[in-house]
C-alpha cells in the first residue's frame, strides 16, 4: 500500500494532461514538417538537412533548465525529428547487417528509429546501395579503439567516390549469451574475431579450452546460438534481446572504453557545422624524405592531424596509399591550402569528407 495514494494518483493524472498536449504539440510540428516538405519538393530541395537539425539541437540544449540530462533531450529530439522527417519522405540508410549488430545500433542512433534501415552482407554492398542511390546513406565500421582499423571500410574509398557526411562513436560492450544462461553448459564460442579479440583475456581465464569459432558478424553469432544449447556468443545486448538470449556474464571486454568508430557515407559532402573534420587518401612515389614533406604543409599552417593510416595497395601505380584525418573542414582556408600543397607530391589524392566531429 503506498501512503500517498491521492498524491500519486493526482501526480499521474498531470502527467496525462502533459501528455496529451505532447501529442498535440508533436502533430502540431509534424505537420508543419510536412508544409516543410512539401515546399521542399517544389524547390527540388533535399529533404534530411542535417545542419538545420544541429541548429534544432542546439537551440534545444540552450533552452533546457533541466532536470532532464542534455543527452537524454538530445536522444528524444533526435526520434521526434527523425519522425517528422519520415512524414516528409521515408530516409533510406543501408547498413553493414545484419540486424542488431553494433552497426544497426549506430545506424539507429545517427537517423533514429523511423528511418528506413536495411542491413546490407558486406560493406562493398552497402556502398553500392548508396551509390545506385537505393539508400540515402550507408553506415559501415571504420575503426575500434582496441583492435584498430576495419580496414574494408578504408579500401572502398580507393574505387568509391563516395563522401563521408558524418562519424559515429559507440561505446561497444561485449556480453556472453547463450540459450541458458548458464557457464557450465558453454562447449564453444562464436563470435566475430575482432570481439573474440577484444575478449581474449576474459575467455582464457573463465573459458580456458574452449573451442572460439570465428564468424562473420556478432549478429550471425548470436543466431547461431540461438539453435545451440552448447554454444554462446559474444555479441551486444541488442542481440540478446534480437535473438532472445540470456546473458551469462556481462561486459567482458578486456579494455573498458571500447569504443568503435563508425561512418556515414552518401553522394554529397557535407556543409562546416563549425567543428568539423576532415579525411583524406593519397599515395606519394616512393622516395627519401617523402613522409616528413608530405606533412609539412600541415605542420606550417598549424593543422590538427588526428591519425595517419598506410595500406599496401596491389596496384602497379603506387606502392603505399596513406589515410589522413585531421581537425578542420576543407572550406577552412588553413585546411584547404594544406590538402592543397600535398597534392603537388601526390600521384594520386581524395578528399574524403569534412563532417562534423563526433561528440
Ligand atoms: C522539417 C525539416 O525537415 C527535416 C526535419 C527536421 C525537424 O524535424 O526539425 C529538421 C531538418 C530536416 O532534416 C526542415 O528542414 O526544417
Redo the contacts with the bound molecule.
Sequence with gaps: MSQHPQSLAEFRAEIDTIDAKLVELLNQ?AR??GE??RI?TSLARD????S??RE?HERVARLNQGPLPAEALRGIFRE??SA??AL?SPMQVAFLGPLATFTHVAAQQQFGQSAQLAPQKSIPAVFEEVEKGRALYGVVPVENSTEGMVSHTLDMFVESDLKITAEVLLEVSHDLLSRTGRMEDVRKVYSHPQALAQCRHWLEENLPNIPLVDVASTALAAQIVAEDLSAAAIAGCAAAEHYGLKVVRSRIEDQVNNFTRFIVVSRKMADPSGNDKTSILFSVKDEPGILYRMLEPFARRGVNLSKIESRPVKTKAWEYIFFLDMAGHVSDPQVGEAIEELRTYCQFLKILGSYPRAK
Design positions: 510540428r508543419l514538417a516543410v516538405g521542399k529533404f534530411h538537412v542535417p538545420r537539425e534544432v521526434i525529428m517528422c522527417l516528409e
